[in-house]
């Protein structure tokens, strides 16, 4: 051990890698000795222990807040956005609109979708006007109730109109040739809606064409016209058929590849609309009209067809959009998108609800005083740079900003949900009464909704990732615990390698994206995009499935070369590199980090703790007495110093403070022995050995001549202070010596040195004490030697002074 006290004597510069050795080792010796005992630990373990409990009592009670705070938002968020009850509507929704166009492959397929009468199409499901007994539906009861008419599914009801609108290559009027046969394709015919643009539209009157041999009354004359009893159907030529082109099933990522411009004015499209205030068959003349112009020809970029239902059943009031478009490609392709929103009309489903909202605010704002009281406090000791650059500072900040930006998401919400009502209230004063002369109010019920859903789908989008945000939170309430914080210090350690890996992955995945997008993209939609090939090759890479027949239809060797080498490159190489990679990470942190208790056994000690409140001394107040306390600064505290510092400490707090600082000491002693410092620890247990080996070669050649010069060793003469110190000066005996080490003999008779040897400890230090305590009474015996001879050598030479003063004849003093 004189060797570990001789390097930490040293200061840091002038150590060298064998004294840094040294001083662990010694280190490993002491705590280990010191584990031994049950209830003596050393004083920095201790503090160090007490600081350690503080920090995990801040983190876990921090963790009922951070669980409170996530519960109130995800159950304020579900409760607004009724997630079950809105997929039962909107399920059954895309269910009826996909079977609706199940069968369609091309545009005349389409208009056979949109005006048949059989089951299960577009007026059978939408315009659906008689009961399951055939009967007719009841239209309006009460200025209140609307009666069963324009019930889609038997609940929901068709709100204003049924708006059919599309966009083209330019806004330039368009029209084919039209003989009017009836009134209210008379009445469309002058009215020239669906032809003109709808800025065109709203700003010049219709030209009022000549409506062929109709005989009805012109519209300009009366207000009102007669009906007509009979409904001529239509009969589409072969010279105004549409061109054919496929349907499919449009996926978000091929949107942007289509030329239809979505950021264009709306104003510069083209629409009519569907009343379901009319009959079915009615509806049907009117899409026959359009068809038979050719509403939709090969300049049509985009058609959609909008409609909002009422639902008053499934739980709060609610419109739903639904928006069917279908996009023409100059490929000849159509495809087909279907898009459902909710929008409620009443904000809070219940009180539980409105408690919900309060409670989260109150969380919100009394987080955000905590944050701004920190970063005064920062401010004031010259710290607020440093706070405010800490990542768990700034984590805080962001989330209390995305939670007041989601209160206000909230606010926007309320007042949507009034001005949707203010749109719907002429529309529900008018009844069913609305017609072709209501089309402005119904416009605006529409831009007002379209306005709404748009934000609404934004923020509900927000809505879902602010809880990913809060997850966060409840890394830093974790990492308070020992067993835990071992999972996170492997997430944060595992980056590195992650971002180097990362490196090397991405351009080698883009690459097979882009390759696999040039081999199939020309005929698998999974590849026709950059987009959908990155999705398509991480789905492969993830799940290692992939249509192989569609895929080597064409180019068999190129396809076959592309994914054995993608199979074998980033499935099976570069994933299992990353499981290796975490696996590797955690079991280095997991050895190189404290264990600490497990989760159980931390709950535990907090029921104790609440148990023993009363007389629990807090680890602030425990922790203060560690540093400043005089019965309590020594190197060493045992069970009897906190009993005299704390009388009223209970047992069980006693029993844990010794056994985490027992858990600690062990710790301590064994952390330095890892792979890394093994080598290390061998080369100066080594370089010691050698050193021990010559100096125990030189004592046995050095005794093997004269035991006595191994431990004395004669130094240059110094003055003696007595009356012979001009007479044999020269005698050895009489000069002083050291003996090894560099002290003085105990020379003096009674002289006891007390035992520092405790009763426990290793076997080979126990044998370490024997042998050097018989090494001292041996040395203590050649001092009693020494001593003899000088008493010996001092009665001979007085006797000889004696013999030569009688002889002289001087007087003898």
């Known amino acids: 051990m004189s060797s570990v006290q001789r390097a930490a004597e ?235 082109r496929r349907l499919h099933l449009q996926r978000p990522e091929l949107r942007t590849s289509f030329p239809a411009n979505e950021n264009a004015d709306p104003k510069d499209g083209f629409r009519f609309w569907l009343f379901p205030s009319e009959t079915q068959d009615q509806v049907l003349e009117r899409l026959n009209y359009f068809r038979s112009r050719n509403f939709i020809d090969k300049d049509t970029q985009l058609l959609q067809i909008r409609m909002y239902l009422m639902n008053v059943e499934l739980g709060r009031n609610r419109l739903e959009e639904l928006s069917l478009t279908f996009r023409f490609s100059e490929a000849g392709s159509v495809y087909y998108e279907r898009y459902l929103q909710t929008l409620f009309l009443a904000f809070w489903q219940s009180m539980t609800s409105m408690a919900a909202d309060g409670l989260f605010i109150l969380i919100l704002t009394l987080t955000l005083c905590y944050r701004i009281w920190h970063m005064w406090k920062a401010f004031l000791n010259s710290k607020l740079f440093h706070h405010l650059m800490s990542l768990h500072t700034a984590w805080e900040w962001v989330i209390v900003m995305f939670g007041w930006y989601n209160m206000f998401g909230f606010y926007n919400m309320l007042v949507w949900e009034k001005q949707v009502i203010d749109a719907l209230e002429p529309i529900h004063r008018r009844g069913w009464e609305m017609g072709q002369k209501n089309v402005d109010e119904i416009s605006e019920f529409f831009d007002i909704c379209d306005l709404v859903s748009v934000g609404t789908a934004a923020i509900r989008v927000i809505f879902a990732q602010y809880s990913i945000v809060l997850m966060f939170r409840f890394f830093v309430s974790f990492g308070s615990q020992p067993r835990l914080a071992i999972v996170l210090r492997t997430m944060q350690n595992v980056l590195t390698d992650f971002y180097h890996f990362l490196i090397v992955f991405v351009p080698t995945f883009m690459a097979y994206v882009i390759s696999g997008s040039l081999i199939f993209g020309r005929r698998i939609e999974a590849f026709a995009t950059i987009q959908s090939s990155v999705g398509t090759c991480f789905r492969i890479g993830m799940e290692s499935e992939y249509n192989w027949l569609d895929m080597s239809a064409e180019f068999f060797w190129a396809a076959a070369l592309w994914a054995w080498s993608f199979l074998l490159l980033v499935v099976l190489l570069f994933l299992n590199m990353v499981l290796a990679i975490i696996l590797d990470i955690y079991n280095e942190t997991r050895e190189s980090s404290f264990p600490g208790e497990a989760i159980w056994e931390t709950m535990g000690q907090f029921m104790t703790r609440t148990r023993k409140y009363r007389h629990w001394v807090p680890d602030k107040v425990l922790d203060s007495s560690l540093a400043y306390a005089a019965g309590l600064d020594q190197g060493m505290l045992t069970r009897k110093d906190l009993e005299l510092e704390f009388p009223d400490m209970p047992d069980q707090q006693k029993d844990q403070f010794f056994q985490a600082c027992r858990v600690e000491m062990k710790w301590e002693s064994a952390k330095d022995l890892t792979r890394k410092n093994l080598l290390k620890l061998t080369g100066s247990v080594m370089d010691a050995l050698d050193v021990a080996h010559k100096a125990v070669d030189r004592v046995t050649e050095d005794e093997r001549e004269d035991p006595l010069s191994t431990w004395v060793n004669a130094t240059p003469p110094a003055p003696i202070a007595h009356d012979l110190k001009n007479e044999q000066s020269s005698n050895f005996l009489l000069q002083p010596f050291d003996t090894k080490g560099g002290k003085h003999p105990k020379l003096k008779l009674g002289e006891y040195v007390d035992e520092c040897q405790a009763d426990g400890g290793p076997e080979w230090l126990q044998e370490t004490w024997t042998l050097l305590r018989d090494q001292r009474k041996w040395i203590e015996y050649a001092n009693w030697h020494c001593q003899l001879m000088q008493w010996q050598v001092q009665q001979a030479m007085e006797s000889r002074r004696y013999d030569e003063t009688i002889s002289s004849g001087a007087p003898v003093l």
Not at 144 to 155: A, P
């Open 10 to 244: 040293k200061s840091v510069k002038d150590r060298k890698g064998a004294d840094n050795i040294r001083i662990k080792a010694g280190h490993m010796l002491t705590f280990d000795h010191l584990v031994l005992q049950p209830d003596i630990v050393e004083r920095q373990v201790a503090r160090k222990v007490v600081r350690k409990n503080m920090i995990r009592a801040a983190g876990c009670l921090a963790l009922p807040l951070t669980l409170m705070y996530f519960l109130t938002y995800v159950i304020a968020a579900r409760l607004h956005e009724d997630i079950t009850n809105v997929f039962f509507l909107e399920s059954t929704l895309r269910m009826r609109t996909d079977n609706i166009f199940n069968n369609v492959n091309t545009v005349e397929d389409l208009w056979d979708a949109l005006t048949s009468k059989e089951y299960n199409s577009f007026l059978d499901v939408f315009f659906h006007q008689t009961d399951i007994f055939g009967s007719p539906q009841v239209r309006n009861l009460t200025q209140e109730v609307f009666g069963d008419w324009g019930m889609v599914e038997s609940y929901n009801q068709i709100q204003g109109a049924v708006r059919v609108y599309q966009t083209r290559k330019d806004s330039v009027d368009y029209n084919t040739k039209y003989t009017c046969n009836s009134k209210i394709s008379c009445e469309l015919c002058r009215m020239n809606e669906g032809f003109q643009s709808i800025r065109m539209f709203s700003s010049r009157p219709p030209v009022n064409p000549d409506c062929g041999t109709w005989k009805g009354r012109r519209l300009t004359e009366l207000g009102e016209e007669e009906e007509e009893t009979e409904i001529i159907a239509l009969e589409t030529s072969n010279e105004t058929r549409s061109v054919e």
